[in-house]
């Protein structure tokens, strides 16, 4: 079974006179990743499940850190490898392969 990366956006505001401080706090936690910064008050993250926690518990912490104003979930995907030894002929999920529109079939969900 191909192995499932669960992958969170997230918009974190900070309050002015916590954000130097908060910045490095946050970016400490497992699976957190800083995609960009608007002054120090606002940043974009990426938040993954790591081993040790998951995303949505690393989220829920740093939205309880004194100083973070709100933390939101702006984005949420599972993305799963690719296998490589897939075989592209079979039928699609979506419509078993009876639609026109062969680049546009969903693949069928691992959950």
Not at 43 to 50: P, S, Y
Request: charged letters at 20%.
């Amino acid at each position: 079974m191909a192995e499932t990366t669960n992958i969170c956006g997230v918009a974190v505001y900070l309050a002015p006179e916590a954000a130097r401080d908060l910045t490095g706090r946050i970016l400490a936690m497992p699976g957190v990743e800083l995609e960009a910064a608007s002054g120090e008050n606002r940043l974009a993250l990426t938040v993954i499940d790591t081993p040790a926690s998951l995303a949505i518990d690393q989220i829920a912490a740093m939205h309880r850190l004194p100083g973070v104003v709100s933390a939101s979930l702006i984005f949420h995907a599972f993305d799963t490898a690719d296998d490589e030894g897939a075989d592209e002929t079979e039928p699609a999920a979506c419509c078993g392969g009876h639609c026109d529109n062969s680049g546009a079939h969903a693949r069928a969900s691992t959950i």
